[in-house]
């Protein structure tokens, strides 16, 4: 079946610092991807979204590129912020929403 | 606040005892979607409706789970004789008539059972 796989955290970096989070998908189609965030004690947001190959998807400085030919979407911001600390899920869409387990990031100030 | 609300938002019961959460999609919603999210891992899917009918479950959604959306507005989720493994944060998601990409997250409900 379908799934999302993306790198293992927690991962620590300092403010200002570039910040990449791998994620790598098994699907049957071309589905959507998502990258979703979960600040602490709050609930799932949309951060940024690709609906189809070559896409880039956008949003607080964020972005993400859907790659076909290496069925990747990995996370990248050029300047972190201490507010960016939050746990990141990778997911695709097949109807249901299919999330990778997450990855916790902490950037100090 | 993505306008999807979930009640309660915790909840602590005993073993064996029956819980029942409600989730209300954000107006004219017609997909609604339920998660289970445990510690440490993502959200793993439970089932779903399109309006008020139940288009699919997933395996996790045991003989003691039951979900229904019965005038296709608001829909409850209802754990039958608790176990300790059914502590989780259990999510709601809708999406609106003619784009299901993004789905809009309630909070959660938080369950703990003793």
């Known amino acids: 079946g379908d799934s999302v796989t993306q790198m293992e955290g927690p991962v620590t970096l300092s403010e200002e610092a570039f910040l990449t989070i791998n994620c790598t998908y098994t699907?049957?189609?071309?589905?959507?991807l998502f990258w979703y965030v979960q600040y602490p004690g709050e609930g799932l947001q949309l951060l940024l979204k690709a609906t189809k190959a070559d896409d880039k998807g956008s949003n607080k400085g964020f972005e993400a590129t859907y790659r076909k030919e290496t069925t990747s979407f990995h996370l990248e911001k050029g300047s972190v912020q201490v507010s960016d600390s939050a746990v990141y899920f990778c997911?695709?869409?097949?109807?249901?929403?299919?999330f990778g387990k997450g990855t916790r990031l902490h950037i100090l100030p | 606040d993505t306008g999807v609300s979930q009640d309660p938002r915790h909840k602590i019961t005993k073993r064996g005892q029956n819980v029942t959460f409600r989730c209300d999609p954000i107006?004219?919603?017609?997909?609604l979607y339920w998660y289970r999210q445990t510690l440490g891992q993502g959200p793993e899917f439970l089932t779903y409706f399109q309006n008020e009918a139940q288009l699919e479950k997933s395996r996790l959604l045991s003989d003691r789970f039951s979900a229904e959306r019965p005038k296709g507005s608001f829909s409850t989720l209802e754990i039958q004789r608790t176990e300790q493994g059914d502590s989780a944060m259990y999510l709601c998601?809708?999406?609106?008539?003619?784009?299901?990409?993004?789905?809009?997250f309630g909070p959660g409900t938080r369950l703990t059972v003793l």
């Open positions: 699907a049957t189609g071309y589905p959507s």
């Open positions: 997911a695709l869409r097949d109807d249901k929403i299919i």
């Open positions: 107006s004219e919603h017609n997909r």
């Open positions: 998601a809708s999406t609106p008539r003619g784009n299901h990409n993004e789905q809009f």
